[in-house]
């Protein structure tokens, strides 16, 4: 497990080379740094007076490479580094911290990029500066922030009562860090190890930028999910010196009730998916709604009701609203009722299997749309979920009649729009069915993606009539 000091990073400075022709993803402005990328027995501490010579060299293997981050879509799938050379046992080392920060170099030891390094990941260094004279500080953590929620300004006025993403991660250049608004509270997932030591500060300044753009919050909700602690290394002292930073009372109920798409809408903040809820589909929610009036609609995959509670008060017909999860289920009821939607069946099960047992009941639908998790965490789990979704997406053509809408999402970063959209011909193909696309959509603006990091680029939503 990694050490940590929530109130401050250390001043220590580290240099590290890339193997041989490994540097051109980050002269590209990429931000992921894997283990296997980096050169045995080139990582120096960079003295004061900037002499390289006078430190001897360490092996990369030194370091922990036990675990795997796991980024929202993130590449979370190299190979293990190959064993390096012993160091001789009477050799005094320094190994690196967990935020501390560090040069990237080619392997000619040209500069390349300053990031954060991790020890305990196999996302060794993340990214954060591209430019020499560019220092990662207190300063530049400010200016990005402001930046960010200056960014999601451009677009208008906000909705103090509404819900938007405030900091992407690497969209923004802060990588490991995500916040959603709801309403006046902030809910902060950290994904990246090397940003626990500067928490308390990036909350701070997060809070400060917020108010400052007309969405003054008062409660927060700091977030680190069971498998990112796992692979970033974080120890349980840790997480819970992290939590401490949550001002959110935790004696009270977690829900939080904020305004989406003009309805009223809770989401758990403290057990729910991410950080609650699902920002990213708000637009997608009210297109598709669009297309649901008169019509009998399968919401599957509705967790918190986002897709089905648009559609009802469009007004679709009948709602039927399908999720596995009890917990995601009863808030989806508390927000028809408090919306006083009762056109709304909830029923629990596996997606799966409840399209199946539909279709063999001879079960037909007007509209239906499925908005699954992520199928594809990783590169080598990409035709896996390439097959979950032409599975998912067959069964419920199977129950639209010709002229029937399919709304159909993948929030799978590694399954590209090409990839999707050829699943769908597949399908077709399969099914004997021609698929026309009304829209192809992604995520809310608020979710703004990075061309340096494609990965960001994660969200598809499909909205297509099967004739």
Same mark, same amino acid.
Request: with cysteine.
């Given at each position: 497990?990694?050490?940590?000091?929530?109130?401050?990073?250390? =001043?220590? /400075?580290?240099?590290?080379?890339?193997?041989?022709?490994?540097?051109?993803?980050?002269?590209?402005?990429?931000?992921?740094?894997?283990? &296997?990328?980096?050169?045995? +027995?080139?990582?120096?501490?960079?003295?004061?007076?900037? +002499?390289?010579?006078?430190?001897?060299?360490?092996?990369?293997? =030194?370091?922990?490479?036990?675990?795997?981050?796991?980024?929202?879509?993130?590449?979370?799938?190299?190979?293990?580094?190959?064993?390096?050379?012993?160091?001789?046992?009477?050799? #005094? /080392?320094?190994?690196?911290?967990?935020?501390?920060?560090?040069?990237?170099?080619?392997?000619?030891?040209?500069?390349?990029? /300053?990031?954060?390094?991790?020890?305990?990941?196999?996302?060794?260094?993340?990214?954060?500066?591209?430019?020499?004279?560019?220092?990662?500080?207190?300063?530049?953590?400010?200016?990005?922030?402001?930046?960010?929620?200056?960014?999601?300004?451009?677009?208008?006025?906000?909705?103090?009562?509404?819900?938007?993403?405030?900091?992407?991660?690497?969209?923004?250049?802060?990588?490991?860090?995500?916040?959603?608004?709801?309403?006046?509270?902030?809910?902060?997932?950290?994904?990246?190890?090397?940003?626990?030591?500067?928490?308390?500060?990036?909350?701070?300044?997060?809070?400060?930028?917020?108010?400052?753009?007309?969405?003054?919050?008062?409660?927060?909700?700091?977030?680190?999910?069971?498998?990112?602690?796992?692979?970033?290394?974080?120890?349980?002292?840790?997480?819970?010196?992290?939590?401490?930073?949550?001002?959110?009372?935790? #004696?009270?109920?977690?829900?939080?009730?904020?305004?989406?798409?003009?309805?009223?809408?809770?989401?758990?903040?403290?057990?729910?998916?991410?950080?609650?809820?699902?920002?990213?589909?708000?637009?997608?929610?009210?297109?598709?709604?669009?297309?649901?009036?008169?019509? $009998?609609?399968?919401?599957?995959?509705?967790?918190?009701?986002? @897709?089905?509670?648009?559609?009802?008060?469009?007004?679709?017909?009948?709602?039927?609203?399908?999720?596995?999860?009890?917990?995601?289920?009863?808030?989806?009821?508390?927000?028809?009722?408090?919306?006083?939607?009762?056109?709304?069946?909830?029923?629990?099960?596996?997606?799966?299997?409840?399209?199946?047992?539909?279709?063999? /009941?001879?079960?037909?639908?007007?509209?239906?749309?499925?908005?699954?998790?992520?199928?594809?965490?990783?590169? &080598?789990?990409?035709?896996?979920?390439?097959?979950?979704?032409?599975?998912?997406?067959?069964?419920?053509?199977?129950?639209?009649?010709?002229?029937?809408?399919?709304?159909?999402?993948?929030?799978?970063?590694?399954?590209?729009?090409?990839?999707?959209?050829?699943?769908?011909?597949?399908?077709?193909?399969?099914?004997?069915?021609?698929?026309?696309?009304?829209? =192809? $959509?992604?995520?809310?603006?608020?979710?703004? @993606?990075?061309?340096?990091?494609?990965? =960001?680029?994660?969200?598809?939503?499909?909205?297509?009539?099967?004739?």
């Amino acid at each position: 497990m990694v050490t940590f000091n929530l109130m401050q990073a250390s =001043s220590t /400075r580290w240099q590290i080379r890339t193997r041989p022709n490994r540097h051109y993803p980050f002269l590209s402005r990429h931000p992921w740094v894997m283990a &296997n990328a980096l050169a045995h +027995n080139t990582l120096r501490e960079v003295p004061s007076a900037g +002499n390289f010579s006078e430190i001897a060299p360490l092996p990369v293997d =030194s370091l922990s490479e036990e675990s795997l981050p796991v980024e929202p879509d993130s590449v979370s799938d190299a190979p293990p580094e190959e064993v390096a050379e012993s160091v001789p046992g009477d050799r #005094q /080392r320094r190994l690196p911290g967990c935020g501390d920060v560090i040069d990237l170099l080619d392997h000619d030891g040209n500069w390349v990029a /300053r990031g954060l390094i991790n020890p305990g990941s196999r996302l060794r260094i993340r990214l954060y500066a591209f430019s020499s004279e560019e220092q990662i500080d207190d300063a530049l953590w400010a200016e990005r922030i402001e930046q960010a929620v200056a960014r999601r300004r451009l677009a208008g006025s906000p909705n103090p009562q509404g819900g938007e993403r405030l900091i992407f991660s690497e969209s923004d250049r802060m990588s490991g860090l995500i916040v959603d608004r709801y309403a006046d509270c902030l809910s902060v997932q950290i994904t990246g190890g090397v940003l626990i030591p500067r928490a308390a500060m990036l909350i701070r300044e997060v809070t400060a930028a917020a108010a400052r753009h007309q969405t003054p919050c008062q409660r927060i909700l700091v977030r680190m999910d069971d498998t990112t602690v796992k692979h970033e290394g974080v120890s349980a002292e840790t997480l819970a010196e992290l939590q401490s930073l949550t001002t959110l009372d935790s #004696q009270a109920d977690p829900t939080v009730w904020y305004q989406h798409n003009g309805l009223e809408m809770a989401i758990d903040l403290q057990d729910g998916q991410k950080t609650g809820g699902y920002l990213d589909q708000q637009l997608n929610h009210a297109a598709a709604a669009s297309y649901m009036a008169d019509r $009998r609609v399968l919401d599957v995959c509705t967790y918190t009701g986002g @897709f089905a509670l648009a559609a009802a008060r469009a007004g679709a017909q009948q709602v039927v609203a399908l999720d596995s999860s009890e917990r995601a289920l009863e808030i989806a009821k508390r927000n028809a009722e408090r919306n006083q939607l009762g056109n709304i069946q909830f029923d629990q099960g596996d997606c799966f299997d409840d399209l199946k047992e539909r279709r063999e /009941r001879g079960e037909k639908f007007d509209a239906i749309i499925l908005d699954p998790p992520r199928f594809a965490g990783s590169r &080598n789990q990409t035709n896996a979920a390439l097959r979950a979704y032409t599975r998912l997406n067959a069964s419920a053509v199977d129950l639209l009649p010709p002229g029937g809408i399919l709304v159909t999402c993948s929030c799978s970063g590694r399954v590209s729009r090409a990839d999707f959209l050829n699943m769908l011909v597949d399908v077709g193909r399969k099914r004997g069915r021609d698929l026309v696309v009304l829209e =192809s $959509r992604g995520p809310s603006p608020d979710h703004v @993606f990075a061309v340096s990091c494609p990965e =960001s680029d994660y969200l598809k939503c499909i909205i297509v009539q099967v004739m």
